[in-house]
């Protein structure tokens, strides 16, 4: 295989001299990707990795239907949304058609951050206060009023701790809860600590503004929110007149199978979305959708203007996504495939006894592994040993959660029944040498 371009050493040096110096490399030993085609990523050597990490490859890489609607408006038209277009509204009404509620009103920007950072603005116009209340080890975007209510950035090393206008609430992790905790009771017990949070703001004479989670704590370690969880939250915040927001930067477009939005396995609906992510399959759109009360409070007398939200590109590569979404079926095809995997890591809990807990919904899914399941301390050597182990066979996963022992799967929605197998045997194999390892 003819190699071109530069050596990785010379593309890792050269980064170190020309790049801010703490972006980040996956792996001990990195790879150079030249060519991304459906579910697998080329190497520079020729090798194909199945991709069951990257989020935003939503329906494959270099999806054709989206190369193909992008080069023909490139080649046609792109400027501002100060000028009519078709392109703007038919999105707009494709996305808001798949949204509950009220949920009718978009906003269109260019980053899960940028849609984040709107929707703190849209809150503020609306209640006119600022106190958060976010869930731990949340990451919401990379502003700094963003990294302000993110726990997994503000708490870690190179953070200023937390703001006095910032509530954390612990994880609604159902694994992890106090054993004496009935199962049934999980929503509610993880709730109240919402609760005691507004009556601390309440004491102080104060109010929440809103309350952010991510539908699925992904950054958490893949957790699945309890029964009940985001109803009962939801309804506190509300009596407390906050307003309620979901990030679905990375859960969003059908992965979860079932539904459109993960919000909608909680039986709730937000006051605010944001999306990002697998939106533009790889081109950098994001978006905000609310109820037509908010967006009249955000219309104050000052213009809202964004130079690259909503162009005639993005929202033709944003209906290319949609219409791939619903014309291929592809939340049916994250259901099943998913429930094929859990069914397959549930067997392979079986006859592994590091994996404390497998979880997931559609195309969103965790292993967490553990020392020992009774005590359930985190076996982060071993999980970085799996990630390691897979990719030298050809699969790409990653690690998560606090104490990064969490296996993190997140595969294009066209990952097939195959595709699963290929998964479940690397896994199989992985495990067994890593074990064996001890
Ligand atoms: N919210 C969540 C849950 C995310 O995972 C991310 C990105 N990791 C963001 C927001 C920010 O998105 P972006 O990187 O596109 O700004």
Known sequence: YEQKGRSLEEIVKRRRELLLPNLSISYDKPIKFVRGEGVWLIDDRGRAYLDCFNN?????????????????????????????????????????????GKLSVAGFVNSGSEANSLALRLMRAHTGRENAIV????????TQELIDISPYKFQRRGGKGQKPH???????????APADWPVEEHGT?????????????????????????????????????????????????????????????????????????????????????????????????????TTR???????????????FGG????????????????????????LEVGNYLMAGFRAMQERFEAIGDVRGMGL????????DRKNKAPATDFARAVSNGARQRGVLIGTEGPHDNVLKMRPPMIFSRRDADHLLAVLEETFAAVTARG
């Not at 792109?78 to 494709?94: G, Q, S």
Request: aromatic share 8%; proline share 5%.
């Open 311 to 334: 162009n005639p590109v993005s929202c033709a590569v944003g209906l290319a996504v949609l219409d791939v979404i619903e014309g291929d079926d592809l939340r049916r095809n994250a």
């Open 364 to 371: 969103f899914l965790g292993i967490e592994l553990v020392e």
């Open 135 to 142: 869930l731990d080890w949340a990451y919401h975007g990379t």
């Open 293 to 307: 009360d908010i967006a009249d409070s955000f219309n104050n007398g000052m213009e809202y203007f964004n130079t």
């Open 56 to 100: 935003v490859c939503h329906i494959g890489h270099a999806h054709p239907a989206v190369v193909e609607a992008m080069a023909k408006q490139a080649a046609t038209l792109n400027t501002n949304t100060r000028y009519l277009h078709d392109n703007i509204v038919a999105y707009a009404e494709r996305l808001t058609a798949t949204m509950p």
């Open 189 to 289: 017990r993880f709730a109240e600590s919402v609760g005691e949070l507004i009556a601390m703001m309440r004491a102080k004479g104060e109010a929440p503004a809103f309350f952010m989670a991510e539908s699925i704590p992904s950054i958490a370690g893949q957790v699945f929110l309890p029964d009940g969880y985001l109803q009962q939250v939801y309804r506190m915040v509300r009596e407390a007149g906050g307003v309620c927001i979901a990030d679905e930067v990375q859960v969003g477009f059908g992965r979860v199978g079932s539904r459109w939005w993960a919000f909608e396995t909680q039986g709730v609906v937000p006051d605010i979305v944001t999306m990002g992510k697998p939106i533009g399959d790889g081109h950098p759109l994001a978006a905000v959708v």
């Open 166 to 176: 910032v509530h954390v609430a612990p994880v609604p992790d159902s694994y992890h």
